[in-house]
């Protein structure tokens, strides 16, 4: 009787081995798979986030070249005003400079 009762002792030890080893082997591979995706969640997001980094890189240059257009736009159209208004003064300033150094030429004879 104490020799089955050894061998029962025994057997549950076995079985109670085996099931820790079960158990213990199971979580590695619950940790490896939740450590993988987590690694895959990771690369995901970075690679989301590069692509919003990415869009809104040629959001803003697209942005700056409209502005740039504008201002170099503003530019044409101020100068091509000055040039309207300054020909149109050019009689004028020619008559007065004329004039002007008409005046210096009498005033040191």
Do not use: W
């Amino acid at each position: 009787m104490k020799t089955e009762v050894l061998k029962s002792i025994k057997e549950t030890e076995a079985k109670s081995k085996s099931t820790i080893q079960a158990a213990e082997s199971a979580a590695e591979q619950a940790i490896a798979a939740a450590k993988l995706e987590a690694d895959n969640l990771i690369a995901k997001a970075t690679a989301v986030a590069e692509d919003y980094k990415k869009q809104r890189l040629l959001d803003a240059r697209n942005v700056a070249l409209t502005k740039h257009e504008a201002i170099v736009n503003q530019g044409k159209a101020d100068a091509a005003h000055l040039i309207t208004a300054g020909t149109s003064k050019l009689p004028q300033a020619a008559s007065l400079f004329v004039e002007r150094f008409k005046e210096k030429l009498h005033v040191s004879a």
